[in-house]
DNA sequence: ACCGTAGTACGGTGACTATCGTACGAAGCG
DNA sequence: CGCTTCGTACGATAGTCACCGTACTACGGT
């Protein structure tokens, strides 16, 4: 009971995220996040849209509870950024930041988890013609 | 009691170690792998010195049974190769396996994880001089 | 044959995690 | 003001995980 946001005191804890600082990111934080099938799929489509999302932007099949914490996962290991807007919580990935951190990181990440999209509509093989 | 080793007299299941095959490989299970400190060692070490090395050249501060347990994640999700040499155990990396199936993605984490090792050795600012 | 070294198997434990449901808070719209 | 939509908080639960210790197997040298 510090900010009461409906009285409209001050905006101290008003919807204010914790992010951590580029220094606090850990490698093994950011491959933790990304090792959920969940969470890389958040991630996929965030990269696909090179923009902000709401969370409910996401099909997920989860309720809304476990959609938030993996949100949450993602937040706090510095894979993306979000912020409130009016009712919604936009997400965006933090690509320059993990670019500056583990260059070319995200950009395998991402091109692995598409060539395995690949392989598995595909019949398994690495390489074959269609 | 299908082949006893001792009474040499099959070579079945004389110390053959299951790998997952290329097509098994899941990217989750090697991000998943290569989330652990411990694990992530391994592999780092594994990568330097570009051959085999036995278990026992890693000195990880844990026991026996977690090393085993470590080591068989790593060969399970596919990121390494177990072959038994006498009483020794060697451990490869799968080079050529990860490079086909996820271009680029171990030279960037290798690349990440030692960026983010300078950086804990500097005072945790992404570039500066020394 | 014996012993040491390398690693496994098994059983256990505490911590974390992915999931849920329900109840709640915050912003916008009528 | 009420209602709806979006997301959070709080348990609760079942599963996984990293770790240990002890007992065991396998190979090689003396």
């Known amino acids: 009971m510090e900010a009461r946001t409906t009285s409209g005191a001050d905006v101290t804890n008003a919807r204010v995220l914790d992010h951590p600082d580029c ?4 490698l093994e934080g950011v491959l933790h996040a990304l090792s959920d099938p969940m969470r890389l799929t958040v991630v996929r489509e ?3 849209a090179s923009g902000e999302l709401s969370c409910s932007d996401f099909a997920l099949p989860v309720t809304k509870s476990t959609t938030t914490h993996h949100f949450r996962v993602l937040r706090e290991s510095g894979v993306i950024r979000q912020t409130y807007r009016g009712t919604a919580k936009m997400n965006a990935l933090r690509r320059q930041d993990l670019e500056t951190l ?3 990181l995200l950009r395998s990440v991402l091109a692995a988890d598409s060539a ?3 392989r598995a509509a595909n019949g398994g093989r690495p390489a074959s013609g269609p």
């Open 46 to 48: 965030l990269a696909a």
């Open 23 to 26: 220094a606090e990111i850990r």
């Open 116 to 118: 395995e999209s690949g």
């Open 102 to 104: 583990f260059p070319g």
